[in-house]
């Protein structure tokens, strides 16, 4: 009687994305690029497209810049944000550290697995983003439903960067981001994360 040996547990495409990844992202130390943000809502007829420049520091500080069609920035320095409007007069100040705390708790430093235990995770090649893999992660646990529906996300083949993303929310609104001219490692100009008085 034969017996064949069992075979081998195939690999999720999430897995390999993965595996490929983590050198990049050990190596990531700035990011600069342009965004396109475009927000939807039940109660827009369109969606309001918003563009700029973005600029990261690890492992802590990032800003948006955003330049159209209003001056805007979104400034995240360890624990705190600001965010400051000039058009409409808004400077607004919050600390952000118990937020961070629960991304960290759900996405920092996690594996596959660890993933896997709070999101269905589902990856493939974008259908409609040329060169480009889509991680579709929905959450499992009412925690993180309460704040996100669904979150995906689009990375190049080639170089593994972030280049779209997109966040659902349970109130029916999305958010979505594209990066372009993306320089990674690249000197970062200090007057980027001033934002004055």
């Keep these: 009687m034969l017996f064949c040996g069992a075979a081998a547990p195939q690999r999720d495409l999430f897995d390999e994305i993965y595996a490929k990844g983590r050198g990049v992202e050990a190596n990531l130390r700035t990011v ?17 497209v918003s563009r700029g420049r973005l600029a990261v520091v690890r492992p ?47 996405f920092v430093d996690k594996d596959p697995r660890d993933l896997r235990k709070a999101f269905t995770i589902a990856a493939r090649v974008s259908p409609s983003r040329p060169n480009a893999w889509e ?22 083949r080639t170089s593994l960067l972030l280049v779209g993303m997109q966040m659902d929310f349970p109130t029916g609104e999305s958010k979505t981001l594209t990066f372009e001219d993306v320089v990674v490692n690249g000197p970062v100009d200090p007057t980027m994360f001033s934002i004055g008085p």
């Excluded at 600069?32 to 369109?46: I, M």
């Excluded at 991680?135 to 190049?156: F, H, Y």
């Design 32 to 48: 600069t690029a342009r965004f396109t943000e475009s927000s939807t809502s039940r109660l827009l007829t369109t969606p309001i």
């Design 60 to 106: 802590d500080r990032i800003v948006l810049r955003y330049t159209d069609p209003e001056l805007r920035t979104v400034l995240i320095d360890k624990n705190d944000l600001t965010m400051t409007w000039p058009g409409r007069d808004i400077r607004q100040h919050s600390d952000i550290g118990s937020t961070l705390k629960r991304i960290d708790k759900y």
């Design 135 to 156: 991680v579709t992660m929905t959450p499992k646990r009412d925690q993180i439903r309460e704040g996100l529906s669904r979150l995906q996300l689009w990375l190049d």
